[in-house]
């Protein structure tokens, strides 16, 4: 222990080269408060990085966990062509780049749009593919293009990935054009998105795509009596060859067109349909 002396302060006032024999104890005085202030920020000091280094631990465990369990999730199977959307003047059967995987959404076991009635509180399950399968029953009549629940999915989230913003008419325009290329080619709607080059993307449908899809693969309905098999957004690219072939009408932000040589409708060409 460090004995401070008591000094008692001279009434002479002290000369500026005069020895002052009482500047070791009060520098011990001070160097004792300021040892002391030092050891507990230093204690502080550990104390805040061992926080900040458990803090990054928690968070590396966090990260860890959930790379684990997106990594688990079913990836979506490439084949050789890959979808894009076209967004040159080449030929929508040119070839490709190489495109990330995406995940493959998870489909439901049986594929449910839920109505509500005005003034209603409950919403009612309808399934669509037997809804539509009633209606044929019922009429005497057949499907216009019988889809199995996975084409169904697919398509439907083919058009939400390319018209979920538009109107309900942009979006049955868009199975109208898958339609077309199946019947036109003879092939399933999976393998008309992956030849025709649509959207990778494949986000859950909306109730509204869905039901285009109902109406034109199910029911038979069509936005316009012309064989549209072809469009664009010409806000987001342009396409010299979609605009070589025969113009049809536009939807919302989307130019559709029908093949050139393809047999003509009964539609006037160049009609806008913005709503």
């Not at 920020?41 to 280094?53: D, E, T, V």
């Not at 449910?112 to 409950?122: K, T």
């Not at 083919?158 to 036109?184: H, N, Y």
């Not at 109902?214 to 010299?240: L, M, Q």
């Amino acid at each position: 222990m460090i004995e401070i002396l008591e000094v008692k302060e001279s009434a002479r006032p002290a000369q500026s080269n005069a020895f002052k024999d009482i500047s070791e104890p009060t520098t011990q005085r001070k160097s004792t408060t300021i040892i002391a202030r030092k050891q507990s920020r230093r204690k502080a000091i550990i104390r805040r990085r061992k926080l900040m280094a458990a803090g990054a631990s928690a968070l590396l465990v966090i990260i860890a966990v959930t790379v684990v369990v997106a990594r688990q999730r079913p990836k979506e199977v490439q084949d050789e062509q890959h979808p894009v959307v076209i967004t040159s003047d080449a030929s929508p059967f040119s070839s490709s780049p190489e495109l990330e995987e995406e995940a493959e959404p998870i489909q439901p076991e049986a594929i449910l749009v839920y109505f509500q009635a005005a003034g209603a509180e409950e919403t009612t399950a309808v399934d669509l593919q037997e809804l539509a399968s009633s209606w044929a029953a019922e009429y005497g009549t057949t499907l216009r293009y019988e889809l199995t629940d996975a084409e169904r999915w697919e398509i439907a989230s083919v058009v939400e990935a390319e018209a979920g913003a538009e109107c309900f008419a942009g979006k049955e325009a868009v199975a109208q054009c898958i339609l077309q290329a199946c019947e036109d080619d003879g092939i399933r709607p999976t393998e008309a998105v992956q030849k025709y080059r649509y959207t990778k993307r494949r986000p859950e449908p909306s109730k509204e795509s869905l039901l285009a899809v109902s109406a034109i693969f199910d029911f038979g309905w069509a936005v316009t009596s012309e064989p549209i098999k072809y469009f664009y957004a010409p806000d987001r690219t342009t396409s010299n060859w979609h605009e070589s072939q025969i113009y049809v009408v536009t939807i919302g932000g989307h130019r559709f067109f029908r093949e050139e040589g393809s047999a003509d409708g009964n539609t006037i060409h160049g009609q806008d349909v913005s709503d």
